[in-house]
């Protein structure tokens, strides 16, 4: 039987393009390509996310690593900018400072000030403090404040002298001296005008003794109402004191907040803030009534930081948390590192005697927080991986404010001295990157994922090929080489990294979008261009990059293939055997994928028990292999077992499989090892197959293809090229070939060959050479074909085994006789 019909050309085996399209003799014609190629899709709704300024229309940008989804979100983010900055629009940005909090310190309050009036307003705080000191300074050095308070104290002191001088007279006229101790004044008996001594005392009579302890408890009535009188008096002068300190600081310090009153009054955080500040000096002149904190002698710290850490002038310290000073535009953050600090903000502590401390100062802004008013993009995937990220950001979205808070509160653990700053407003466009599995994951699985990211940018691993989009492959190219200062490329070198970019996507009517790996392409071509000391980037060298970087790469593809090669790997690629089929399989290892074939072999035998897979029995099989083989069974029945039972049990195996089998693009191949196995026809072994099959007998798409075919055509290559062998695979997948040069060549010469089917019944005339017939109106096949010699195994199967069963019922039956005619006696 002549396969012509069935082979392909060698034409149809791979899409190349032609050099003559491009009008330039290098990329340097060309200008660089400004828009991206082929992703209307996702530039659109980039677009429009980015332009919706209601709530919740984040953007969550889909797609495969290196489509350009970050580059092209930025560029987007500038042009918005740069759109708004030509219409004049104001951007809104503001500083944000948190400052002390007097009724609650560790709850620092945060304010927001217009844009670059932060440090501003940090500096002229520290201005403030330096003016109460002088002022104060000065006001309380003064003469005349000198001389109004020891004229205060005096007068205290002279009242005092006096009270203190009558009690004592009266004393001596009862006989008493009153003498000050160290535990105070006490009243003492004289004799002869002196103070009388112990003994003296004793030896008087009881008495003289009840007499004068009589007078001694008057006395001390009156110097206890003298005490309380003197104390109270000492009470007067200092409130008097404090009442002149409070004047003097009132007029001094009400001056000096006066104008920051004015200034700030738009601000209500600010002034809360000034009458706090104002207050609290106020409150604590002592403060500032010498110019500089005394420092303890041996510590060599402010006295304030030997005794507990309280620095009595932190109120004056200003922490501008986000500084807009000097941006022009609205921020855009690309945090490459989200994890809680980053992303949210930070709480520092300084480690002080044996504890840790913490204050407004040492708060630290994250990501969120530099963004307000701007971007922030980020990759889901990272973001999910830090713990607490992705439940605080859902949080600080939906609020829109950013809590800074302590990881360790978020772990369950206890935190020194926890701040509880108050949150700060924000108005940021969220922008994540990812995968499309993770959308769909938290689309099913986050019930706040939709209200939060309303709009998905689905970037496309693939682009039509038309000369619009090869022409802007060009000038991405020539971008590209100014970018990673390369050599250009001439119209052949594009040509081929065209070609090369449909093979990745193995569609000749498409390109790939994926432009990472063409920047990868075009340093590597670089090189071998520099080594062969060209001016420009030809075919040869993007062809030399491609080759070198599949030998770096496919050792373990070599080792499979020395193994067949050796025979402990046991595939034939020449001779015929029944019931036995090479099938095609893809090894992919993350940087590279090639084809390997496996030998399958089916035995049929007499039987109901239908396909058994092998594979699955020993738990070797995956559930998709699983589904492919069931088919079969379905497929045999629906053609053969249209007048009796399906009479069959075969079985199915890969042999020398020691892994796991999954995937259904060796169904087929395994239905080829079932009927050949029925009709005793041998198969071609230099034919290797691939393809999955469907219960009417169609062969269906498989992934893989070139792979397949080039892991084959290098064993058979290995083993010896006699000419005819070749691979059969599904007719649907002609526009996939986008085979290497070497095995077209090989075509060309008649070495090799690729068949296409679009039935079983064409593979299997391909594979035993025999036709496969058609079915009559009477329900037979044409003698002397494939479902002939089939359709006459499974009738004859059916008749041994219902033979085999009558025989089996006519002995059950006759050994039951006997045992009924006993028990009837």
């Known amino acids: 039987m002549r396969l012509k019909k069935y082979e392909v050309p060698a034409e149809r085996l791979r899409w190349q393009c032609d050099p003559g399209i491009f009008d330039f003799e290098c990329t340097a014609d060309l200008a660089p390509l400004q828009e991206f190629i082929g992703q209307a899709r996702a530039t659109r709704a980039v677009e429009f996310g980015m332009n919706m300024l209601n709530t919740g229309y984040n953007i969550y940008v889909a797609g495969l690593t290196g489509t350009g989804k970050t580059s092209i979100v930025k560029a987007y983010i500038e042009r918005v900018i740069k759109e708004r900055e030509a219409r004049g629009e104001a951007f809104g940005l503001e500083d944000w400072c948190y400052v002390y909090n007097f009724s609650e310190p560790d709850n620092p309050l945060i304010c927001g000030l217009p844009q670059g009036k932060g440090k501003a307003f940090r500096d002229e705080i520290t201005e403030l403090l330096n003016k109460i000191r002088d002022g104060l300074g000065q006001a309380f050095s003064s003469e005349e404040y000198k001389t109004q308070k020891q004229k205060t104290v005096e007068e205290a002191q002279a009242e005092q002298q006096k009270m203190f001088e009558e009690i004592s007279a009266d004393a001596r006229r009862q006989g008493f001296v009153l003498q000050m101790t160290a535990t105070g004044p006490v009243l003492i008996p004289m004799k002869d005008d002196r103070p009388m001594q112990e003994q003296e005392y004793l030896s008087l009579s009881d008495d003289v003794k009840k007499d004068l302890d009589s007078k001694q ?32 600081g009132e007029y001094t310090v009400s001056g000096l907040f006066g104008s920051l009153f004015e200034k700030y009054s738009d601000w209500p955080k600010v002034t809360q803030y000034l ?12 403060l500032f009534k010498g110019t500089e904190e005394p420092v303890h002698p041996l510590l060599g710290v402010p006295v304030s930081q030997a005794m507990g850490g309280k620095n009595p002038l932190l109120p004056f310290q200003v922490n501008v948390f986000v500084d807009n000073d000097g941006a022009r535009v609205s921020p855009v953050i690309l945090e490459s590192n989200p994890n809680f600090g980053n992303i949210f903000g930070k709480i520092e502590r300084q480690f002080l005697f044996g504890g840790y401390l913490s204050n407004h100062t040492m708060l630290k802004a994250g990501a969120l927080s530099k963004a307000n008013g701007g971007y922030l993009l980020l990759s889901v995937k990272d973001v999910l991986m830090n713990p607490g990220v992705w439940p605080a950001l859902k949080r600080a979205i939906k609020n829109q404010e950013v809590r800074i808070e302590d990881p360790f509160e978020q772990y369950g653990l206890i935190a020194p001295q926890g701040l509880r700053p108050e949150p700060m407003p924000i108005k940021v466009k969220v922008i994540l990157t990812g995968d499309a599995l993770l959308y769909q994951m938290l689309s099913i699985y986050d019930e706040d994922f939709w209200e939060i990211f309303k709009v998905k940018a689905d970037f496309d691993s693939q682009i039509e090929r038309t000369e619009e989009n090869m022409l802007a492959y060009a000038a991405f190219l020539s971008g590209c080489c100014e970018e990673c200062k390369a050599r250009h490329f001439d119209p052949s070198g594009v040509a081929k990294v065209i070609e090369y970019s449909a093979r990745i996507v193995a569609d ?27 001016e420009y980037i030809s075919s040869r060298h993007v062809q030399r990059a491609v080759d070198e970087k599949l030998f770096r790469h496919n050792l373990l593809d070599e080792r499979i293939r020395d193994m067949i090669r050796r025979g402990t790997i046991m595939i034939d690629t020449e001779g015929e055997e029944v019931g036995q089929v090479n099938g ?8 590279i994928s090639f084809g390997k074939p496996s030998r399958i072999t089916a035995r049929t035998f007499l039987g109901r028990g239908g396909v058994i897979n092998i594979e699955r029995e020993s738990q070797l099989s995956g559930p998709i292999h699983n589904k492919g083989v069931m088919i079969l069974s379905g497929y045999l029945g629906w053609k053969y077992a249209q007048d009796r039972p399906l009479s069959l049990s075969a079985s199915l195996c890969f042999e020398q499989s020691y892994e796991g089998v999954d995937g259904d693009s060796a169904s087929s191949a395994e239905l080829y090892g079932i009927l050949s196995s029925l009709s005793e026809l041998p198969i071609k072994q230099g034919i ?24 084959f055509f290098r064993v058979c290559q290995a083993k010896g090229l006699n000419g005819d062998q070749g691979v059969l695979i599904p007719e649907q997948n002609l526009r996939n070939l986008m085979l290497r040069e070497d095995v077209i060549e090989a075509v060309r010469q008649g070495q090799f060959h690729i068949y296409s089917a679009r039935t079983i019944d064409e593979g299997i005339e391909i594979l035993t050479g025999l036709r496969t017939g058609k079915r009559k109106k009477d329900g037979s096949y044409p003698e002397g074909t494939v479902n002939y010699l089939v359709d006459k195994r499974l009738e004859e199967m059916a008749k041994r085994l219902k033979g085999f069963y009558a025989d089996d019922k006519k002995e059950a039956a006759q050994d039951r006789c006997p045992q009924n005619t006993r028990s009837s006696r």
Do not use: M
Not at 224 to 242: D, F, H, M, P
Not at 275 to 286: F, I, P
């Open 584 to 591: 095609l399989s893809v090894y992919a290892l993350g940087d």
């Open 275 to 286: 009458t706090g500040l104002k207050a609290y000096v106020l409150d604590n002149l002592e």
């Open 688 to 711: 290797a197959v691939t393809g999955s099959v469907n219960q009417k007998g169609e062969i269906q798409p498989i992934g893989g293809v070139n792979q397949k075919i080039e892991g």
């Open 508 to 534: 000749q009517e498409r390109l790939s979008s994926r432009f990472a790996q063409v920047k990868d392409w075009i340093e590597e071509a670089n090189y071998w261009a520099l080594k062969d000391n060209a």
């Open 217 to 248: 408890a008057e006395l001390r009535k009156k110097l206890k109402e003298i005490l309380e009188t003197a104390g109270s008096v000492q009470t007067k002068a200092v409130e008097r004191l404090q009442q002149v300190d409070k004047g003097i």
